[in-house]
């Protein structure tokens, strides 16, 4: 099952996981991070950052994005090349032909899944899978239904996930209907994922991926067929697990060799 990690804040939860990638880089230089968007790792890249400018080298780290939306400039500053760059690739100073976004450009959609599938596994895959959970339950842009084997491909948004992320744009009508998105069954090929959520909008859809029952309607429940999955989530986030008490319990007696 999950660990799961309950933090005070945000702040607290990049800063928890930021050293674990830290860490990891250091001793592996060639890591590869998955990156997500959206507002949820925001507080990890914060983190990552201070890690950098504190001397920790990401120069020789690979990423791999989960998705991207289709049909918008991919120098909007709202595509995820755009975003990605400016969170991770430029601070970080990692190699931009190390990061990976897919291709969300009309010309090349009837491909766009399969080309970056096959530079996935080309690549060796990721060390380490950075995830949100979308008021809808969605991990990535996987919408409620999207199977469990899904690989990437071209998916519709839900209208719920498009009003969540008008705050990104001038207007609802702006913000693309269509996205290139890591299937489930992509995500679930990482070697290790972590799921954050803050704030209250997230329990309900926490709470299902992380104790409901397993089900493409809920595709957040995936996790639970990853052998290593972390929770990173804040009291609003927990507030719906009934097993808070056991994951309080297993965290303050989380021995020191105990890594996230
Ligand atoms: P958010 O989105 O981090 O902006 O809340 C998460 C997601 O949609 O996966």
Redesign the pocket.
Known sequence: MAEVRIVSSPAEGGALVADHIAARVTANPDFTLGV??????LPVYAALRERAAAGTDFSRMSAFALDEYVGIPVDHPESYHSVIDREVTQPLGLVPTRVHVPDGSIDGIQTAGERYERSMVDHGGVDLQL?????TG????NEPGSSFASLTRVKTLTEQ?RL??TRFFSSLDEVPIHCVTQGLGTILRARHLVLLAFGA??ADALAAAVEGPLTASMPGSAIQLHAHVTVVVDEAAASKLKHDAYYRWAQSNSPDWQQL
Do not use: Q
């Open positions: 997500a968007t959206g507002s949820t790792p995830l949100g959970i979308g008021t969605h991990l990535g842009f996930t969540d992320n909008g997230k």
